[in-house]
């Protein structure tokens, strides 16, 4: 599975945006998802993730509200809706996959997301100012 990412940009503060993360080699169907940030000087964090079969989602308390994930499995994309974007949310921003065999939580994928997740995008960036 190959995941790409997009819909990053130049955007205002308190404005929404929507990455997506389109899969191809592959169905989603049966994956963990996740997004990911790096921000400048930082390391990369989990943001929300989620089980294959959506029961067990997970997005850090500090994102709760604004930062919402979502899937499409008949188009093999899956989504990160950002709304009220704020300057610390410029970063770049990854997607990520993995087959859901283990049973974890989300909040575990995003915990561990480097040991959990096989397969990730190229990184998307946003960039939020005024």
């Known amino acids: 599975v190959q995941l790409q990412a997009s819909g990053g940009g130049l955007v205002q503060p308190g404005t929404s945006l929507r990455l997506s993360c389109t899969a191809s080699?592959?169905?989603?169907?049966?994956?963990?998802i996740g997004w990911f940030r790096q921000a400048p000087g930082k390391q990369r964090e989990g943001l929300t993730c989620?089980?294959?079969?959506?029961?067990?989602?997970h997005t850090i308390n500090s994102l709760k509200g604004r930062f919402t994930i979502s899937s499409d499995i008949a188009k093999n994309t899956f989504y990160l809706q950002m709304n009220d974007l704020k300057l610390g949310d410029t970063a770049v921003y990854y997607c990520?996959?993995?087959?859901?065999?283990?049973?974890?939580?989300?909040?575990?994928?995003?915990?561990?997301?480097?040991?959990?997740?096989?397969?990730w995008g190229q990184g998307t960036l946003v960039t939020v100012s005024s």
């Open positions: 080699g592959g169905t989603l169907a049966g994956y963990a």
């Open positions: 989620t089980t294959a079969d959506d029961l067990h989602r």
């Open positions: 990520a996959a993995a087959l859901d065999v283990h049973g974890y939580s989300g909040e575990y994928y995003c915990n561990d997301g480097d040991d959990e997740f096989d397969y």
